[in-house]
Structures are given as structure tokens and as C-alpha cells.
């Protein structure tokens, strides 16, 4: 199940499992920077910084990340970096963050003098003009603001959603919108372009990563028919992967790139709301609601 990130996976699968009263594992979840996990082996001991709503550190910090801190944190350590803070009303916690990481780095001297190695775009950045500002200062100078022009840092994205279906009845920007809004900024005010890299629908290598995980945890499910009746029994791979999701030019779009075994249904419940099947991006199927897709599923496979 990928949904909405910011939080550790294990805290999503406790809210999950008391929604839907059902246990669910959080090797069972999905999140948009579940894949960032892939990166341990490069930045495990590296300084990073990771920014976006909820817990960002946190989220990092879990996956085994042991240097890492919030762009929060990491922009309370440089006077004026940002220059219009003082007409912020909001304020930001960091302090719990910080606790709970692995290896806590709390020394000012450390913080002005040691280069960020990669940065992370976890969630939703929060202070889009601060975050930009930062990033653009880590980004632009090689890893410490203030310092000359060098090679730029990784930079990492967990989705790439321009717009999402939220409360409000019209759609809103997304993570995607933020890396244009930064790329643009970034590219105006450096020689080269920035570079980065998303992990994000409707990039394929999500579905890879949902379908490696799905094969693991078929390997240690019970071997009843109810859960091998979809798959190959001796090769442990699934014969269909169903994709249910709102938005076309990203649900839709990744699980048709991802190829065989995807089966992409629509639903007309946030982004698309069309009558008919999207023209450029078209669904293997098209339904009203979630319930719908879930029927389906049901009878295709029961029958």
C-alpha cells in the first residue's frame, strides 16, 4: 500500500491497522520515500539534510540514516539564512526530532563547518521560500552555505506529483511543484543545471520496488491457496499487480511505463472525475469509487 509519507512507515501501519481493524505490518506499507532506504549504503555515515512536513529526520533516522537532520534544525544553526523569518508567526520543533534520531549532532561547530553530503525531499516541504532559499545555499555551494562554488550535492525527491486531491475541493500543488518552483530558481542563479533524482511516481522504478517487496513478503505468507492463487508458486512472483489510484498522469502513467504484471484502474474520487476513460493516460479500467476497484479485483480473481 503506498500513501501519503512525512511519517515512519511503522507509525503509518499502526494508524492503518486501528482504521481498518486488521493487522498490518509495516513491511506491509509503501510510502513515497520507502525507496530512499536503497541509499543507506551510500549516505549511512554521510551528513544529510532531509526536509518536508511531518518528521523528516525522523523518517531517515529510521531507515538507518545515522548523520541526518531536518532542514528545520539545520537553519536554525545559520544567522539570517533566512531573511524573512522574523515575520513568521509559526515556529518549528525540532527538539523531538532530534531525540530520536541514532546519533544526535547538536554541535553548533559541526554544523557550520562540515558539508552536506546529499539533500532529501521526504514530503511536502512546509516554507517553500525558506526551503528553497536553503537548498539553493547547500545546493549551489557544495554542501556548506556561504562557501564557493563546487560540485553540487545529490539531491533527492520522494515524489513527483505536480497536483494531488486534498480537502479542498480543487486540486493542490504537490512535491512536484516545489522541485519546478526550486529547479528554476536553482538554474537562474547557477552556471549548471540541477541535477536530482525522483523516486516518485510515475517513475517505474516505484512499481519495481512494490513488486520486489511483494515478492518478499510472499515468500514468508502462508502457502494456503487463498494467497498462492495469484501467484507462481515455484518462482514467487505475482501474476497481476493491481494499481488503484485518482490521478492519470501519475498513478496511471507509472503502472502502464512499470508494464507486465500491472493492471491500472482509475477512480473518479480526486484528481480525474471524468466520465470516460483519460485520452492521453487511459486505465485498464475506469471506476466511481475505491469500493469498486476492490469488488472488481475480487470477482476478476475469483472467477
Known amino acids: 500500500m ?99 534520531n541514532s546519533e544526535k549532532i547538536v554541535s553548533s561547530s559541526y554544523m557550520l563547518s562540515t558539508k552536506v553530503k546529499a539533500a532529501f525531499v521526504v514530503s511536502d516541504p512546509v516554507d517553500w521560500g525558506r526551503d528553497i532559499q536553503v537548498l539553493c545555499d547547500i545546493l549551489t555551494s557544495g554542501g556548506l552555505p556561504g562557501q564557493q ?65 511483494l515478492g518478499y513478503l510472499l515468500q514468508f505468507s502462508s502457502s494456503s491457496n487463498d494467497v498462492m492463487k495469484n501467484a507462481d508458486v515455484e518462482s514467487h512472483s505475482l501474476r497481476t499487480l493491481y494499481m488503484i489510484g485518482d490521478n492519470p498522469l501519475v498513478d496511471v502513467k507509472g503502472a502502464v511505463q512499470a508494464g507486465h504484471p500491472w493492471f491500472s484502474i482509475l477512480t473518479r474520487t480526486g484528481v480525474f472525475r471524468q466520465k470516460e476513460n483519460h485520452t492521453s493516460h487511459p486505465a485498464d479500467m475506469v471506476v466511481d469509487t475505491v469500493e469498486e476497484a476492490v469488488d472488481f479485483i475480487l470477482k476478476r480473481e475469483n472467477a
Open 149 to 213: 562554488n563546487e560540485h553540487q550535492p545529490p539531491l533527492y525527491f520522494a515524489a513527483d506529483d505536480l497536483e494531488y486531491q486534498a480537502a479542498f475541493p480543487h486540486e493542490r500543488l504537490g512535491m512536484g511543484a516545489f522541485r519546478i518552483a526550486l529547479e528554476n530558481v536553482f538554474n537562474r542563479i547557477h552556471e549548471k543545471p540541477l541535477q536530482y533524482t525522483s523516486f516518485g511516481k510515475p517513475n517505474p522504478s516505484v512499481y519495481r520496488h512494490a513488486e520486489m517487496m
Open 2 to 100: 503506498s500513501i501519503g509519507g512525512g511519517i515512519p512507515e511503522s507509525r503509518r501501519a499502526l494508524e492503518l491497522s486501528d482504521l481498518l481493524g486488521v493487522k498490518i505490518l509495516p513491511s506491509q506499507v509503501l510510502l513515497g520515500h520507502s525507496p530512499f532506504r536503497n541509499l543507506l549504503n551510500r549516505f549511512e555515515n554521510e551528513f544529510i539534510v532531509a526536509t518536508g512536513k511531518g518528521e523528516p529526520a525522523v523518517v531517515m533516522s529510521e531507515y538507518g540514516f545515522k548523520r541526518v537532520v531536518s532542514l528545520d534544525e539545520y537553519a536554525s544553526y545559520f544567522d539570517n539564512i533566512d531573511p524573512v523569518a522574523q515575520y513568521k508567526r509559526w515556529t518549528t520543533k525540532h527538539e523531538s526530532e532530534c531525540a530520536r
